[in-house]
T-cell receptor, first 112, second 110 residues
Framework: EAQVTQNPRYLITVTGKKLTVTCSQN?????MSWYRQDPGLGLRQIYY???????DKGDVPEGYKVSRKEKRNFPLILESPSPNQTSLYFC???????????FGPGTRLTVL | QKEVEQNSGPLSVPEGAIASLNCTYS??????FFWYRQYSGKSPELIMF????GDKEDGRFTAQLNKASQYVSLLIRDSQPSDSATYLC??????????FGTGTRLTIIP
């Protein structure tokens, strides 16, 4: 089954404690993205990757890091989480062309 | 700042009627537009995309694009309770990136 998986699905942590949210896709897609979704602000892109070792900032990259060492994986790293990073996070993947974008199930992060 | 704007709703429509969802965008250079459906607590799923002026139909869904007016809409015919969700409009402003609107919450009343 074609899918995008994220882990963990739910996470409660404290300010400053480094965390990683994993994202994996089994569709051999080149493009992968991370979004955050907040009430009243919609989905905003954090980072995206066009292929292995190629990443670029989205609209809200501050406080986040990503890496793309393998085509299937695109982890999101919060080196020092802060409460304003409390949000619902989605990973997405697509082959070239936006008409094939698939979203993961989401990770609800709470930073205390 | 390139933007996509939607009425947040909620929009209530009787079962069996036509639901009309609207979206405007700020960049005349936008080439492609997307409608996603998101059920509460779930991830967005792509319903339709449209690149050309005019209408595009897929089952009960019709997307309409008017580039001169910078306006894109989604019509849902014969609305069903299962259509109750938040609908997200998105535009491609280039580089395979999407900018999303804040979404319109649609409720179909049985």
């Amino acid at each position: 089954e074609a899918q995008v998986t994220q882990n963990p699905r739910y996470l409660i942590t404290v300010t400053g404690k480094k965390l990683t949210v994993t994202c994996s896709q089994n569709m051999n897609h080149e493009y992968m993205s991370w979004y955050r979704q907040d009430p009243g602000l919609g989905l905003r892109q954090i980072y995206y990757s066009m292929n292995v070792e190629v990443t670029d900032k989205g609209d809200v990259p501050e406080g986040y890091k990503v890496s793309r060492k393998e085509k299937r994986n695109f982890p999101l790293i919060l080196e020092s989480p802060s409460p304003n990073q409390t949000s619902l996070y989605f990973c997405a993947s697509q082959r070239e062309g936006l008409d094939t974008q698939y979203f993961g199930p989401g990770t609800r992060l709470t930073v205390l | 700042q390139k933007e996509v704007e939607q009425n947040s709703g909620p929009l209530s429509v009787p079962e069996g009627a036509i639901a009309s969802l609207n979206c405007t965008y700020s960049d005349r250079g936008s080439q492609s537009f997307f409608w996603y459906r998101q059920y509460s607590g779930k991830s967005p799923e792509l319903i339709m995309f449209i690149y050309s002026n005019g209408d595009k139909e897929d089952g009960r869904f019709t997307a309409q694009l008017n580039k001169a007016s910078q306006y894109v809409s989604l019509l849902i015919r014969d609305s069903q309770p299962s259509d109750s969700a938040t609908y997200l409009c998105a535009a491609n402003f280039g580089n395979e990136k999407l900018t999303f609107g804040t979404g319109t919450r649609l409720t179909i009343i049985p």
